[in-house]
């Protein structure tokens, strides 16, 4: 079910863009990204999974990568997503911690 569900996003991304990102979910991020935005998702698999990916669109090449992190169950999202957050973008939480004098 979960590779299905996944397969039929990556398969609509290049007709059907608009539709595709209606289906992905967004949680607030607790961290600043110093104005960037985040390409995380989440993505419905049934009433207990979740999958939290990254889409990465590349005009230059014309494909669209979707990353897999995790499978999670729905009570661990939130957790599962910001720790997922802190890894991908701790490059820029370490520049913006830098800059305020926080260590």
């Known amino acids: 079910m979960t590779v299905k569900k996944i397969n039929d ?3 609509l ?4 863009k608009v539709d595709v990102y209606r289906k992905l ?3 607030p991020l607790l961290l600043g ?5 985040s390409s995380l998702y989440t993505l ?4 207990q999974l ?11 090449f014309g ?5 897999l992190f995790r499978v999670v169950k729905h009570d ?3 957790q599962a997503y910001q720790s997922i957050a802190e890894s991908l973008y701790q490059e820029i939480l370490h520049d913006n911690r830098e800059t305020s004098g926080i260590s």
């Open 9 to 11: 996003c990556a398969g």
């Open 13 to 16: 991304f290049p007709t059907q």
């Open 25 to 27: 979910g967004r949680l």
């Open 33 to 37: 990204l110093n104005g960037y935005e």
């Open 44 to 47: 419905k698999i049934s009433q």
């Open 50 to 60: 979740r999958v939290i990916l990254a889409v990465d669109e590349d005009p230059i």
């Open 63 to 67: 494909q669209v990568i979707f990353t």
């Open 76 to 78: 661990d999202l939130d």
